[in-house]
């Protein structure tokens, strides 16, 4: 089965951090560009950030830019979200995605994960 698995989502405080990572299962994510989306209860799945396959070109929503950082280790077939300055606003399930190339709707991705949550909070 073709999938993705995101971890290391948990509670924190607000300006606290939190790293997620996203592991594919049944393929690797060599060719593959990586975007993580967000979806808040009531909310709109948006996008967060995306990374390339090829230059590991990187590009973040306005909301978080500064403040989390995307990264890749191929070897580890693994892609990281740093978070940190973290918000009660970024409290959200947290999804990582797969396609060939970076797009900003989330509707052009082919591969997901079941979500990790995150949440702000004092």
């Known amino acids: 089965q073709v999938r993705l698995v995101e971890s290391g989502g948990g509670m924190v405080q607000p300006g606290g951090s939190l790293r997620l990572s996203c592991v594919p299962s049944?393929?690797?994510?060599?060719?593959?560009?990586i975007g993580w989306f967000r979806q808040a209860p009531g909310k709109e799945r948006e996008g967060v950030v995306c990374?390339?396959?090829?230059?590991?070109?990187?590009y973040y929503s306005d909301s978080v830019k500064g403040r989390f950082t995307i990264s890749r280790d191929n070897a580890k077939n693994t892609v990281y979200l740093q978070m940190n300055g973290l918000k009660p606003e970024d409290t959200a399930v947290y999804y990582c995605?797969?396609?060939?190339?970076?797009?900003?709707?989330?509707?052009?991705?082919?591969?997901w994960g079941q979500g990790t949550q995150v949440t702000v909070s004092s």
């Open positions: 049944g393929f690797t994510l060599d060719y593959y560009a």
């Open positions: 990374i390339s396959s090829s230059d590991r070109s990187t």
């Open positions: 995605a797969a396609r060939f190339g970076c797009r900003v709707r989330h509707e052009e991705y082919d591969y």
